[in-house]
């Protein structure tokens, strides 16, 4: 099991950037394909950028159009999401998330093949 603590939210104005973190806890970081979600209330939770075991494969959301950048640290159990030029739009709780069946260069984004969840950092983008 792993324990999933995201940071780094909070009020930016729009064309700011921020940097969320998401650091997870014990041994096996490496195992697990990791995911950055969003959510806003009313609407279902939108993978927004995922990043294999190895890092060597990541996938994004075409919404967000070479805006965000995943990152992975296996050395550190963090997982990074830079988000460039927000958007209001970008508003939103900010889940990563842990996949512990995909291969070694597969990154999913399906929310149900997720199987540990942190506990959201809420961005909000001011126009």
């Known amino acids: 099991q792993v324990q999933l603590v995201e940071s780094g939210g909070g009020l930016v104005q729009a064309g700011g950037s921020l940097r969320l973190s998401c650091a997870a806890s014990?041994?096996?970081?490496?195992?697990?394909?990791m995911g950055w979600f969003r959510q806003v209330p009313g609407k279902e939770r939108e993978f927004v950028a995922g990043v294999s075991r190895s890092g060597s494969t990541t996938r994004y959301v075409d919404s967000v159009n070479g805006r965000f950048t995943i990152a992975r640290d296996n050395a550190k159990s963090t997982v990074y999401l830079q988000i460039y030029r927000l958007k209001p739009e970008d508003t939103a709780v900010y889940y990563c998330a842990a996949d512990r069946r995909g291969v070694l260069s597969s990154v999913s984004v399906d929310s149900h093949d997720y199987d540990y969840w942190g506990q959201g950092t809420q961005v909000t983008v001011s126009s």
């Open positions: 014990g041994r096996t970081f490496n195992s697990y394909a």
